[in-house]
């Protein structure tokens, strides 16, 4: 086991976790912290604790979203996947076509996902300038 410091919300959390798993963590970590202090800066929690809860909810809220998405993607993969059986003499091209159509899918959510938060990052600084 190895063991390392988190740092989130100027604080140092010590963990334990598995021989090569540190960095991961770290980067894990950075992101929590990294949503923490957009969801601070907005001014949306009255103490610590709450802000804590705040991210955690925001942090579920984006997992949701993409357990929809790889839902709604699977389903749609499948439904190619059947029309792929019933012409087998193009079985190649398409499953090659089914790919570029999930990565092209994946590439605009996180588009779409990145221009979210940076909208409500601007959102959020426009506000604390008008304050």
């Known amino acids: 086991m190895a063991e390392i410091t988190l740092k989130i919300n100027h604080r140092g959390y010590s963990m334990y976790c598995d021989e090569g798993q540190e960095e991961r963590l770290n980067e ?22 709450h802000l804590l809860v705040l991210t955690s909810l925001v942090l579920a809220d984006e997992v949701f979203d993409m357990r ?3 839902s ?7 439904s190619k996947t059947g ?3 019933s012409h087998t003499e193009s079985a190649g091209n398409s499953e090659e076509e089914m790919i570029v159509e999930a990565i092209e899918y994946l590439a605009n959510r996180i588009e779409r996902i990145s221009s979210r938060l940076t909208i409500s990052g601007q959102g959020e600084r426009m506000q604390e300038r008008a304050a």
């Open 28 to 49: 894990l970590a950075s992101y929590v912290d990294s949503r923490l202090r957009d969801i601070a800066a907005a001014g949306a929690a009255t103490n610590e604790s």
């Open 72 to 78: 709604l993607l699977r389903e749609k993969l499948q």
């Open 68 to 70: 929809e998405e790889l």
């Open 83 to 85: 029309v792929q059986h």
